[in-house]
């Protein structure tokens, strides 16, 4: 650079610098998405599977083109963010958004790189259209191509079959009604688990939707009552069935199962769910079923299939079809179109399918987001005139006219919306944050209503300053690593003390400070042998307890307000206040989380547990000595531990900090959600309304910039799905 314009551009550091050609073939489109790869943005995987789609058109006489490399390697791209398929219009019209590339933003991008966006500036999605129809690898299904064309939505052919099945699957059960001997029976026992008012109760109007379809969802915010509604409408289906039973029925009952996608998530509603059956009035209801015919045991999903090591199939499947009448999936939004085509092929088609979720959630790690797609419109219900007419006869109470709709689909006749939150009340600050973001309105006033303590369950914090460098902020995240130790009461009215939840007393906030004092000292007296492992496991179940009662939440893995660097500096200050003796490898109190599936350990990507220090080992001369194990919860619900040895966890890492993302389906009774100081693509509101959810009684927010959230919450994930489509 010369001249004066050069020197001022030098000076300030500003250097107009020349973006790099666009890749004019397959061989440079390819060693861009390895460049991708390198950085990190892409996997392996999807160059490879670009690859292999240049390799076949190659073969097949056709000249591979860069551009053709690029979709294939979005399309894999998209699936492993959890979406079922790239749409190519989406992608023309907000490319990072849709792609989410960058992973964490722009910021992180050297200015002399190929923005994703460039690539796919000057192109429209009917020309990108037109060029996937011209490739031998793109076809409409019907041919064994890799990549599949509906309309302008590109799927790799896999997830397209999946998601044919369960629309298909989907469409059989909407097509006729569940058998039901007499609907004044069960309009008896609804009346008997509901009571008899005219208005709207949407649980008891969900529970007779559900009884009456062979394919139903239940969608609900959090504490709306969802497994409340499932645990009425099996006694209600279960009383029918009883009265109804002939005196030769082997057994009068039904054959139920309760299932989850996750250990985790089946452990919690395992809790929940029997204490709401013990507060049936089953002796009142026609029948009198016994408490014995509502199961309280939840599996997984996994594990109620039948999974096999190592292959993707199933026991159970069309051939060997599950034995049961009714089966309940909770936390349907986790579960991704693999495991529910899967769900379809082995479910008896005289069975009922119950799917339970909160559709605002963010969707399914893996690909599609199946509940989302399915309760796009349940807001507002849609119920054809028959439909409500059935209801107002069955539950006794009218639905609001603008439910009633004689254009609804056969879809929106199985879809129930629950709309009152039992956790929350109009007072609690968690439930009205949940609501307005959800809405996609965050408003000044209710910011300042947070920032002046109105709510006595939400706290906001705000990192001041930062730093001139940009991606540091020292003042914040040292303000973060000290909430992380304490968890602040002190910013929460009245310190959190005196706060009543349902009429009960509960503790004020606590930060990891908590969870490792149990670690320090609540530990057995030493001298307890090894085969006693009672007060062992009591210990460290009292230890993962602690531990889920604060949890950071990160929208970011990167930058000042990622996990990666909060964690070291959360540790780095549990260090410093004597709590944990270093911050590196292995040490007692290091929580953490498993990254992939161990089936030989029978551990879960995504289980969590705490690292502890036992003398069940012994030295050369028979005396106990000091080692660590791994503390998890079983994964089966039954509240016993498992002991591993940390040199046996293969894929883990620290976590005091988590990404909103991994925290699905988990929930805490302090959570602190970390807004980044600056505007990503992953930054949706439904990674708000998610992480915002996960606080069970206390909240707090951590924000540096106000209108990155209000920006966030302005704006949706884009969904990118044929199902909906497919069930017209
Ligand atoms: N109709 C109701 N009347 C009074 N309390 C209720 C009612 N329904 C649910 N609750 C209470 O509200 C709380 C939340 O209910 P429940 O666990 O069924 O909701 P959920 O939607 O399954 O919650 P989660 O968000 O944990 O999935 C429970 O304490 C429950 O007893």
Known sequence: ??????????????????????????????????????????????????????????????????????????????????????????????????????????????????????????????????????????????????????????????????????????????????????????????????????????????????????????????????????????????????????????????????????????????????????????????????????????????????????????????????????????????????????????????????????????????????????????????????????????????????????????????????????????????????SATNAGRLDRQLIAQCREQNFEDVAWLVPDGGSARPGINEPGVALLADHALTGSPERFRNSGAGRLVNDRPIDPPVGYGHYLDIVRGHKPASGNEADEREPWDAWATDVLTAFNHFKVLCALRQGPFGVEGLNREIAERLRRAGLIDRTEGWYAGRPVLITGNDYNLGLMNGDIGVTLSVPWDRNDAGEPVETLRVAFPSSDGSGTIRWISPSRLQSLETVYAMTVHKSQGSEFTHACLVIPDRLTPVLTRELAYTGITRARHWLSLVVSQEGVLKEAVGRGVIRASGLARLLV
């Open 1 to 434: 650079m010369t001249g004066e314009s050069g020197y001022i551009q030098d000076l300030f550091d500003t250097a107009v610098v020349e973006p790099a050609p666009l890749p004019r073939t397959a061989a440079e489109a390819l060693a861009l998405l390895d460049d991708w790869v390198e950085r990190d943005w892409i996997r392996a995987l999807d160059h490879a599977f670009a690859a292999f789609v240049c390799k076949i058109v190659d073969e097949r006489g056709e000249q591979p083109s860069a551009m053709l490399a690029l979709l294939a390697a979005m399309a894999s791209h998209q699936v492993g963010r959890g979406h079922v398929c790239l749409d190519v219009r989406h992608l023309c019209q907000a490319t990072e958004p849709t792609l989410v590339l960058p992973p964490e933003g722009v910021g992180s991008l050297p200015a002399d790189s190929l923005q994703p966006s460039d690539l796919f500036a000057d192109v429209s999605p009917d020309e990108l259209v037109s060029h996937l129809n011209q490739s031998c690898a793109v076809g409409n299904g019907e041919l064994a191509t890799p990549l599949v064309l509906d309309g302008s939505r590109l799927y790799l052919r896999r997830f397209w079959r999946y998601e044919q099945a369960i629309a298909a699957g989907i469409r059989k059960r909407l097509e006729t009604h569940a058998e039901m001997t007499d609907t004044s029976l069960l309009a008896r026992a609804l009346d008997t688990l509901f009571g008899t008012s005219q208005e709207p109760d949407y649980q008891k109007l969900a529970c007779a939707l559900a009884a009456r379809n062979r394919f139903s969802v239940i969608t609900g915010g959090p504490g709306t009552g969802k497994t409340t509604t499932v645990v009425n409408l099996l006694a209600a289906l279960q009383s029918v069935a009883c009265e109804s039973a002939g005196t030769d029925d082997a057994s009068p009952y039904l054959r139920i199962r309760l299932s989850a996608p996750t250990g985790k998530a089946a452990a919690r509603l395992s809790e929940s769910i029997g204490g709401a059956v013990d507060r049936l009035p089953l002796e009142k209801l026609p029948g009198r079923p016994d408490k014995s015919a509502i199961p309280t045991q939840v599996t997984t999903l996994h594990r109620l299939l039948g999974s096999r090591p190592g292959s993707r199939s199933f026991r159970h499947n069309e051939d060997n079809p599950l034995p049961l009448d009714i089966l309940v999936i909770d936390e349907a939004s986790m579960v991704d179109v693999d495991l529910m085509a899967s769900v379809f092929a082995a479910l008896p088609d005289k069975a009922r399918l119950i799917m339970l979720g909160d559709k605002d959630q963010l969707a399914s790690v893996d690909a599609g987001a199946v509940l989302g797609e399915l309760c796009q419109r349940a807001d507002h219900a849609h119920y054809l005139p028959a439909t409500a007419q059935w209801l107002e006869s069955v539950a006794g109470c009218q639905l609001p006219p603008e439910q009633v709709d004689a254009d609804g689909l056969p879809l929106d006749q199985a879809v129930a919306m629950l709309r009152k939150s039992y956790r929350f009340d109009e007072h609690s600050g968690i439930g009205v944050l949940a």
